[in-house]
């Protein structure tokens, strides 16, 4: 039996591509995501009585996916990609059907718009349903989860170097979105020569940065979109 799936929404992200989109939600809390419903359900009473809740989960879609490839494992990064496991013993998004799974913050809502917290979508990402987060039954301490029981490795934010002027171009609020997200492990664990410049389209810039220091990671270059 197939079923039909229609958007009912579209989240306006900082993310414009697949790289720099942080592998789960909540890991980058700067990163903003506004969830802009479609005119049929633009009516308030859709969203009536979500004020009571802190927290949402977006049932999306990995729209920039090619075709499912139709094996049935694939490498998760927090095995370093080396080791295999079944699609579906894993959260990789080439799978038989293209489906997210978002936790994030509700940060206000507005007249046909959520504007939520810690998003790893990428910008245009189709919206499926929206449903608020029960701690009491979906948060459970005692749940096993061997290779993936603790947060991906993330850096100090002292890690992260960006000059002032650097800074200064950037904003307040944007430095301190390219600060969380360099925080991540965003370079292939095999890729850590110190002269290698990497590339992240964020929030209408194109940052560059390199691997300085041991363990950290200096923003060389910022560039308008």
Known sequence: MEISLRPIAYVKTPFPEKFGVPRQSGLVPAAEGRVEFLPEFLAPEFLRGLEAFSHVWLVTGFHKNPPWSGSAVVRPPRLGGNEKVGVFASRAPNRPNGLGLSLVQIVAIEPGVLRVAGIDCVDGTPVYDVKPYLPWCEALPEARADWANSPPPVSES??????????????????????????????????????????????????????????????????RM
């Open 158 to 223: 002292t890690a992260v170097v960006i000059a002032q002027e650097f800074a200064e171009q950037l904003g307040e609020e944007t430095t301190r979105l390219v600060k969380e997200v360099l925080r991540l492990e965003l370079a292939p664990a095999y890729q850590d020569e110190r002269d290698r410049v990497y590339g992240v389209a964020l929030a209408g810039w194109n940052i560059r940065w390199r691997i300085g220091g041991p363990g950290t990671r200096e923003v060389c270059e910022v560039r």
